[in-house]
C-alpha cells in the first residue's frame, strides 16, 4: 500500500457527533472536538428543534446546529462551519462541490477521459448495435458537438453547453442547451447499465464514473459564489478522435475588486490537458479588455522548444482578432497538472486545501 504525503481527508463526520441519535438521546462528544472551524461537511435537514435549532444527518449521525439562513426540511447541501461552540453552520456556496468533485477525481483522474471516449466509440455503433437504436440519435449529437475534421469554435460551445448545466442558453431564452445536457445525463446514466451487454465491464465502470463527475460539474456549475469569491466554472474539454482530454476551468474577476480600482473586469481561462503526443499541458489565458496574456506549461523542454516555435505564429493570429496587446510564453512544469488544477480550483473557490490521500493496492 502506497500512502501520499498529504493527510487523509475524510467525507462527512464518522463518529457521534452529538448527544441525539437517530433512535433517541443519547451521550456524544462535544462538537468541539469533531468540527473545525472552517471545515465543509455534507449535510440533510431532517428537521428543528423546539428551540429553534436545525437538526441534520451528517454521516449518519443526527446532529444540532444553529445556521444562518433558512433551511428546508429534507434538503441536503454543504456546510461550512463558523463556530464549535455553540455550533454554527452556513451553507458552503461553491467549496462544498469543489471539495467533493476533487476527491472523486483524483480517485481516478483518466475516468473522465474513458468515460467520453467510451462515448464517442458507442456513437460510431449505434447505427448497426440494436440494444443501442434509442440512444443513437443523442450519441451522434454528442459525437457531432465533439469531433470535426476542421476547427470550429461554435462546436467548442455546444460541446460544453451539452456537457455542463446549459444555464447559459436557458438564461438567452433557447432552452436547448439545457435539454441536450439533461438528455445527455440520462443516456450516460442509462448506459450505466449496460442491459445489451455491449460495452464490457471496464466501458461500464468508465461510463458510471463520467456520470458521477458530470452530475458533480453540473452542482458545481449551478452553484452561486459568494461574495468572497470569483465566479468559476469548470467543464470537461475532448479533443478529436481522443487525441486529448482534459477540463477547461473558467474565472471571472469579482466585480467588487474591479468597482473599487476603476479597472475593467477581467477573466481567465486555464486548460487543464491530457494530449496523446504532448502529454501533459495546460495552458492558462488571461483577459483584460484589449490585452490577452498566455502561458504553456509543458511536461518536458522538447516540447517547449517545439510550442516556443510556434507562439510568434499564435500571437499575430490573435492580434488579428482585435487583441492590441498579446504576449504569450511557454515553461517546464515544475510538478504535474492535476496538482495544478487542484491548485487553480482552491483559489477560486477561496477554500483551504483539500487533503486528499493516495492509496494504491
Not at 463556530?83 to 462541490?97: H, I, M, N, S
Not at 467548442?156 to 444555464?167: F, Y
Not at 498566455?294 to 482578432?321: F, I, M, N, Y
Amino acid at each position: 500500500m502506497k500512502i501520499g504525503g498529504a493527510p487523509l481527508f475524510l467525507k462527512g463526520i464518522q463518529l457521534p457527533a452529538s448527544g441525539r441519535g437517530e433512535g433517541g438521546d443519547k451521550p456524544g462528544l462535544p462538537a468541539s472536538l469533531l468540527f473545525g472551524q472552517g471545515q465543509l461537511v455534507r449535510g440533510e435537514v431532517t428537521g428543528f428543534t423546539p428551540e429553534g435549532k436545525v437538526l441534520l444527518n451528517i454521516g449518519g449521525q443526527i446532529v444540532e446546529a444553529r445556521s444562518e439562513v433558512a433551511l428546508k426540511p429534507g434538503s441536503a447541501l454543504w456546510l461550512e462551519v463558523q463556530q464549535t461552540e455553540p455550533l454554527w453552520l452556513r451553507v458552503a456556496d461553491k467549496k462544498g462541490a469543489a471539495q467533493e468533485f476533487l476527491r472523486q477525481y483524483y480517485a481516478d483522474p483518466a475516468a473522465m477521459g474513458k468515460g467520453l471516449r467510451a462515448l464517442q466509440g458507442l456513437a460510431f455503433l449505434a447505427g448497426s448495435e440494436k440494444s443501442l437504436a434509442d440512444q443513437a440519435g443523442v450519441l451522434q449529437n454528442f459525437a457531432n458537438a465533439a469531433m470535426g475534421p476542421q476547427a470550429d469554435p461554435d462546436r467548442i460551445i455546444r460541446l460544453l453547453a451539452m456537457l455542463g448545466s446549459g444555464g447559459i442558453a436557458e438564461k438567452n431564452g433557447t432552452g436547448q442547451a439545457g435539454q441536450g445536457a439533461q438528455k445527455l445525463h440520462e443516456l450516460v446514466a442509462l448506459l450505466a447499465e449496460d442491459r445489451g451487454g455491449v460495452l464490457g465491464k471496464a466501458n461500464v465502470s468508465a461510463i458510471q464514473k463520467l456520470g458521477l463527475l458530470l452530475e458533480l460539474q453540473g452542482e458545481l456549475n449551478a452553484l452561486p459564489a459568494s461574495a468572497q469569491q470569483s465566479q468559476f466554472l469548470l467543464f470537461p474539454c475532448l479533443f478529436v478522435m481522443g487525441a486529448g482530454v482534459g477540463q477547461w476551468l473558467f474565472t471571472l474577476d469579482r466585480g467588487e475588486d474591479q468597482a473599487a480600482t476603476g479597472e475593467e473586469r477581467g477573466y481567465t481561462l486555464s486548460f487543464f490537458l491530457e494530449m496523446s503526443r504532448l502529454g501533459e499541458l495546460q495552458i492558462q489565458l488571461r483577459v483584460k479588455g484589449q490585452t490577452l496574456q498566455g502561458e504553456c506549461v509543458v511536461g518536458s523542454e522538447a516540447v517547449r522548444e517545439h510550442l516556443a516555435l510556434q507562439l510568434t505564429e499564435l500571437e499575430e493570429l490573435l492580434g488579428k482578432l482585435g487583441y492590441e496587446s498579446v504576449h504569450f510564453s511557454c515553461r517546464v512544469a515544475k510538478g504535474n497538472m492535476l496538482e495544478s488544477l487542484k491548485i487553480n480550483i482552491e483559489a477560486a473557490a477561496q477554500m483551504d486545501s483539500v487533503r486528499i490521500v493516495d492509496l494504491e493496492a
